[in-house]
């Protein structure tokens, strides 16, 4: 038997960092939401006793560097199941780009395998145990739209925000999470107003949602590469309404109401980058039906 599992994309309307804990994870506050970008993750049961990862994707790893693996093994050791596991991932989301790729991947690992081997587990559960994994897997177990705080584990949903497109322009660069967050000068950062953020989304404030977002880790990302500084500037000249880095980068997204605006955007940036992605606004949490 096959189970088909969907793992959307996330980006942050919002992201600050408060500062650094004694664990060596930094506190933050953010405010993140998925979009309709997805992987899409096939799990298959097989007799030995193995995790398989298999991907068309040269730049995902097979073994227990995956997140999907490693949430598979956490399952299988969690709940004494001697079953092996097939984890056939389609990659449509791009690789280290912000945009929570593999974090979800594992989110859909937990989530299929639970409903799978029929184990019984909460949402809730399976969000707890995503936060052994990585810290954006806690919130892609749920999707929707959330406040994060704590090192990004600590969820708490909120409405979605109002409907409207996402371009998304990754440039051909990879960045490392964990060094945008080892160059991230706390005490200079000029924090975005997470407070207004909430209240625009719970208002349905399209204007005001748009004027609030902000993304402390600009600070490093944009100075260490200007390609992704030169499409957000791009990005804001063809006329989005407002445009942010999600996460640590390198992926710019641009938040647009008109349908027409979106086709001139996404046609001005195709002339200098090649991953460009036009996706609507989920918002909304993850059910358990596939599309």
């Known amino acids: 038997m096959t189970h088909v599992e969907k793992a959307p994309a996330k980006i942050n ?20 939401t998925t979009v309709d970008l997805a992987d899409r993750v096939y799990l298959k049961t097989i007799d030995n006793d193995e995790i398989k990862i298999i991907s068309q994707s040269r730049y995902i790893p097979n073994d227990n560097r995956n997140l999907a693996y490693q949430a598979a093994e956490l399952l299988k050791r969690r709940s004494n199941v001697s079953l092996g596991i097939e984890i056939e991932i ?33 949402l809730d559960e399976l969000a707890e145990m995503g936060a052994e994994i990585g810290s954006d897997v806690s919130f892609c177990v749920y999707g929707g739209t959330a406040l994060a705080t704590g090192r990004g584990e600590k969820i708490e949903h909120i ?13 051909t660069i990879g960045v490392s ?3 945008v967050y080892k160059n991230l000068e706390v005490n200079k950062l000029s924090h975005p107003d997470i407070k207004t953020m909430v209240q625009a989304i719970k208002n349905q404030n399209y204007k005001g949602i748009c004027n609030a977002m902000g993304n402390v880790l600009e600070s490093v990302t944009l100075k260490k590469y200007p390609e992704v500084q030169h499409i957000k500037t791009q990005m804001e000249k063809f006329g989005a309404d407002a445009v942010l880095m999600s996460g640590s980068g390198p992926t710019v997204f641009g938040l647009v109401e008109h349908e027409t605006r979106m086709h001139r955007i996404c046609n001005g940036l195709l002339g200098f980058c090649d991953q460009v992605f036009a996706v609507r606004m989920l918002g909304n949490r993850i059910e358990n039906n596939i599309d």
């Not at 389609?90 to 937990?110: F, H, Q, R, W, Y």
């Not at 409405?159 to 440039?171: M, T």
């Open 13 to 32: 309307l919002s992201l600050d960092v408060l500062y650094k804990r004694e664990d060596g994870f930094h506190e933050v506050e953010m405010i993140m």
């Open 159 to 171: 409405q979605a925000p109002p409907n409207c497109w996402v371009v998304l322009a990754k440039p």
């Open 90 to 122: 389609e990659k449509n989301i791009p690789v280290a780009a912000g945009l929570a790729g593999g974090s979800s991947d594992a989110a859909a690992t937990l989530r299929g395998l639970n409903k799978l081997w029929n184990l019984g587990f909460t």
């Open 177 to 179: 999470t964990a060094d």
